[in-house]
């Protein structure tokens, strides 16, 4: 670099004197204003915690201080098992640090496939599709199942990755009210007959927690001919006899009714990646035309091992599933016996939603109970339903007995001390 190249790279940036019209970061001006504004209060960043050092599932070490978890998706606590922790340092020593290509050309190792095997036999699919991460599972399989001409039926609080999947694809795209049969089956009945329709659905919505109605969504799917894909990211593991997902625990049936399963190794199993299984007999033909799978590179060989040990190991946690449900009741019970509002009137899932009247509320509760030792995630539109404000809280099978209680007398005095309740 010349010296008059490096001076002018070490010469700050004036933004005033940047032409408004060729700013492309004008339309966030108000965004920026409101966090500004925010912090000039005194409040921490909600979005920008940092973890220097994690204990356990349930524990970790943020500014120094030592708080409880419980704001993280690792439902089945499986982050510090200590097989998924071996296989994940086994292939490590094996195989490296990474694949350095994509799963069509030099990118699939012998984990891959193994990580396959163990989602094939953990949902008992004939087919199993391992992607990067979630968000490309759905953005793939999505935007390559529905084409131009066909249709995409979906709910309107669909996670952003289903309807990024949407953007991506060239299919028309219709929006049905949050959890209605009539609405479906009303969006449906418009449709003309003959195009192809794909319905996308999740088993458990992440914001409010609350569970879709899926017996009576597949039945409408199947009456107006269109195929049915469901979501599970946030109820593999803990619903269903074996943990699959509200599918299983709704007794319907992958192939006679249900026909893509998407989800997650970022939850339960632990871990990063996405997949997709299937029990459709041209499945296969995916890996060929998938845009998402085929132009990205493949997961590390050792995530995708400590994935395929978390996962054979989730088909016997019936006592980790026990526990969860256990914990999830007695937070949600707790809180609705001191008077907050939930996002769910029973505990319909690991994931318990405190609604606040405003962000201002919202800040100063997440504060007070970070303040005290205890992370949960705020959230606010877009990633909620516009105007609502609240504290997610995510569930572990790890979370004690004490823990629990010690969250529920926390949550009172921030409660309290903000006016959430009397």
């Known amino acids: 670099m010349t010296e008059a190249a490096a001076t002018a790279h070490a010469l700050p940036i004036d933004i005033d004197a940047i032409a408004p019209e060729r700013d492309l970061f004008s339309k966030f001006d108000g965004l920026i204003a409101e966090k500004q504004a925010l912090l000039d209060t005194g409040v921490r960043d909600p979005f920008s915690i940092v973890m220097d050092e994690v204990k356990s599932p349930t524990v970790a070490v943020i500014k120094g201080k030592e708080t409880i978890l419980l704001g993280t998706y690792n439902y089945m606590g499986m982050t510090f098992d200590a097989d998924v922790i071996q296989a994940g340092k086994d292939a490590l020593d094996q195989f490296g640090s990474g694949t350095n290509g994509s799963r069509m ?18 949902y008992d699919a004939s087919s199993a599709m391992v992607f990067s991460t979630g968000y490309q599972a759905n953005l793939g399989i999505i935007s390559t199942l529905a084409a131009k001409g066909e249709y995409i039926i979906l709910d309107a609080d669909s996670h952003a990755s289903i309807y990024d999947g949407c953007a991506l694809g060239n299919a028309e795209i219709v929006r049905f009210r949050h959890n209605s049969v009539e609405d479906l089956d009303k969006r449906l009945g418009r449709l003309p ?10 088993g458990v919505y992440s914001m409010l927690g609350d569970i879709a109605p899926l017996k009576e969504m597949v039945a409408v799917a199947h ?5 049915v894909l469901v979501d599970e990211a946030h109820s593999m593991g803990f619903f269903g006899p074996h943990g699959r997902g509200v ?8 192939g006679r009714d249900v026909d893509f399963i998407i989800g997650t190794f970022s939850k339960s199993v ?10 459709h007999p041209k499945f296969e033909a995916m890996r060929m035309v998938c845009r998402p799978y085929i132009f990205t590179a493949s997961l590390p060989p050792s ?9 054979r190991k989730l088909m016997h946690a019936d006592a980790k599933r026990a526990q969860l449900w256990d914990n999830a009741k007695r937070l949600h019970n707790g809180l609705t016996e001191m008077g907050f509002k939930l996002g769910t009137e029973t505990p319909q899932s690991a994931i318990i939603a405190i609604i606040l009247e405003d962000q201002a509320q919202a800040v100063m509760m997440w504060q007070a109970l970070l303040d005290n030792g205890l992370y949960v995630n705020m959230a606010r539109p877009p990633a909620t339903p516009a105007g609502t404000f609240l504290l997610r809280c995510s569930l572990c099978a790890e979370h004690t007995t004490d823990q629990v209680t010690k969250i529920l007398g926390m949550f009172q005095a921030a409660g309290r001390a903000v006016g959430a309740i009397g």
Do not use: Q, W
């Open 247 to 254: 599918y299983e625990e709704l007794d319907l049936d992958l």
């Open 223 to 227: 009456k107006h001919g269109a195929m």
């Open 270 to 279: 632990g871990t990063v990646g996405g997949f997709c299984v299937s029990n």
């Open 105 to 122: 050309l030099n990118g699939t190792f012998r984990d891959h496939i193994d990580a396959e095997e163990a989602l094939k036999e953990f």
């Open 193 to 202: 007959p003959e195009p192809g329709k794909l319905v996308v659905l999740e």
């Open 303 to 311: 995530v995708v091992a400590t994935a395929a040990t978390s996962i």
